[in-house]
């Protein structure tokens, strides 16, 4: 399981973001394809790294939310 950011980009797509995974980043038209996408570039990201024997960072779940 990792946490993942949606935010609504600039031309109208949702950006969805996994913190955790530096560079993991993908879009959907709607919030669902984003998350949809975001789930598979995961799960490549991670295949990637588990082939060229690196290590797999560990999610922790830690946010905060402020709105200034």
Same mark, same amino acid.
């Given at each position: 399981?990792?946490? /993942?950011? $949606? ?7 949702? /950006?969805?973001?996994? #913190?955790? $995974? ?14 949809? @996408? !975001?789930?598979?570039? !995961? ?9 060229? @024997?690196?290590?797999? #960072? ?11």
């Amino acid at each position: 399981m990792r946490q /993942v950011f $949606l935010n609504k980009g600039l031309d109208g797509f949702w /950006v969805a973001e996994c #913190p955790s $995974l530096p560079g993991c980043i993908s879009q959907g038209e709607t919030k669902e394809l984003a998350l949809q @996408n !975001i789930k598979e570039a !995961i799960e490549l990201y991670i295949e990637t790294l588990v082939d060229d @024997n690196l290590p797999v #960072p560990e999610e922790h779940f830690e946010s905060i939310l402020a709105v200034v």
